[in-house]
């Protein structure tokens, strides 16, 4: 059974920090296209960033060069730090797993992230 478990989120002040973490099992993210996405309330799924099979990473506009996600292959997991948060990237995140070779995908449950003083 394939699972991807997301943790790391919560509340923080604006220009603050926090670093989620999506692990996996029952799939190698290592073969997969790693992405994260986030939903606000009332607001379309959108796209933040994003980690290909040979590590190549591509982030939404409204997070570049706040956000960095990386992967730790003997860890099967793939971290979004996220830093200098503004109110508006409260949200849900939400980790999804794009097999290279399938195409099949896989979703986490998604972790609540607010920014607000």
């Known amino acids: 059974q394939v699972q991807l478990v997301e943790s790391g989120g919560g509340l923080v002040q604006p220009g603050g920090s926090l670093r989620l973490s999506c692990t996996a099992s029952g799939i190698a993210l290592l073969f997969h296209t790693t992405r994260w996405y986030r939903q606000a309330p009332g607001k379309q799924r959108e796209s933040v960033a994003a980690i290909t099979t040979y590590g190549l990473t591509n982030y939404g506009d409204s997070v570049r060069g706040r956000f960095a996600i990386s992967r730790d292959n003997d860890k099967n997991s793939v971290y979004l730090e996220m830093n200098n948060l503004l109110p508006d990237d409260t949200a849900v995140y939400y980790c999804?797993?794009?097999?290279?070779?399938?195409?099949?995908?896989?979703w986490g449950q998604g972790t609540q992230v607010t920014v607000s003083s």
């Open positions: 999804n797993a794009v097999s290279t070779t399938s195409n099949v995908g896989y």
